[in-house]
């Protein structure tokens, strides 16, 4: 599929990814990125260097295929609502050391709150297995490794047992013996903190897999009649929210339009963060042989890592190709003037 050629007015980062849609129509995704550095002035300036990401970034690059995701991919056709995602650490002010700490990511209606340890491991206590009190750090990656969840594979005789929503976390065992002297979860709900082995709600704040869930229930009916009729497209009862990377709290009830409040706590070595997103608008033109037709531009990711002082917002439109496709003679981005 020929890529449309791009005119960019702006000095945003613009990508132009050929796509197709659900019914076989040949697309064009057209992605927006900025990258912003807060002053300590509570300014954030534009730091021109967004890269549109066409992969998943893991935590750990050399293990890809077992890692959690840090940074998503930004190559997805849809999102129903606007992602928020942190790829951080926990840690105090002035990276003193500390054993337990209380973390707050809020942008507009999104809030999320996290009780952050230093290690721990489980241990046979007098009233049974429990964790041993945690033991000093200065940061902590908020990874979902670092969450409750994981895989027990132990009983090849069986199918492995599995905490769907973080099978990459900690805790999850057959046996309870077996967790004896292995690490605990050192990311977990304030309010609901993790004492013993049991359920336990997966809790963090960074971006979760496609195979996960509530993911994998929202990728469609993928069975042998789909693979007869419709692969590659995608199924017909793929649900839209499959797009959405953040973990259900995290997720937006709508898109963020930019001017938000956002308050960071414990994830900076300078302190708390507290600033408005960017009241930023853009506008996507498809020029064709036939006349001007605006797409819609939605802002459906934020992405921050506050130990950096930065924040990445990402958004997306979509241009549906002509037959010819010649007859789009070019896609124009703008950024609008807000008033």
Not at 45 to 55: F, I, K, N, P, Q
Not at 140 to 145: D, F, I, K
């Amino acid at each position: 599929m020929d890529v449309p050629d791009l005119f960019n007015a702006t000095t945003a980062t613009v990508a132009v990814v050929p796509r197709i849609a659900g019914d076989g129509r040949p697309l064009a995704l057209v992605v927006i990125k900025e990258r912003f550095y807060l002053a300590p002035n509570r300014r954030l300036s534009r730091m021109g260097d967004a890269e549109v990401r066409y992969t998943d970034e893991p935590w750990d690059p050399e293990n890809p295929a077992t890692s959690s995701t840090r940074r998503p991919a930004d190559t997805c056709i849809h999102k129903p609502s606007t992602d928020v995602l942190v790829a951080g650490y926990a840690m105090l002010p002035g990276r003193r050391p500390v054993s337990s700490l209380d973390v707050l990511v809020e942008v507009g209606p999104v809030s999320r709150a996290l009780r952050v340890t230093g290690p721990r491991v489980w241990y046979e206590g007098a009233a049974g297995l429990t964790l041993t009190e945690p033991e000093p750090f200065v940061e902590v990656p908020l990874q979902w490794e670092l969450a409750w969840g994981g895989t027990d594979a132990s009983d090849e005789s069986q199918p492995p047992l599995e905490e769907a929503r973080n099978p990459v976390g900690r805790g999850v065992a057959r046996r309870a013996d077996s967790l004896v002297h292995r690490a605990g979860p050192q990311i977990e709900d304030p309010a609901a903190p993790i004492t013993e082995v049991g359920r336990h709600e997966p809790w963090g704040v960074a971006p979760i897999a496609r195979h996960w869930s509530p993911r994998r229930a929202w990728a469609g009916t993928m069975d042998t009649a789909w693979m007869r009729s419709r692969m590659p497209l995608p199924p017909l009862d793929l649900d839209p929210r499959f797009e959405q990377v953040a973990t259900p709290p995290m997720v937006a009830p709508g898109y963020l339009r930019g001017g938000e409040r956002v308050r960071l706590h414990h994830l900076c070595a300078d302190g708390a963060l507290e600033f408005e997103l960017p009241r930023m608008q853009f506008s996507v033109l498809a020029r064709r042989d036939d006349g001007d037709a605006p797409a819609a531009v939605v802002l459906d990711t934020v992405l921050l890592e506050p130990h950096e002082r930065v924040v990445e917002l990402t958004w997306r439109a979509l241009v549906g190709l002509p037959r010819p496709a010649r007859r789009l003679i070019e896609i124009r981005v703008d950024e609008k003037e807000l008033r």
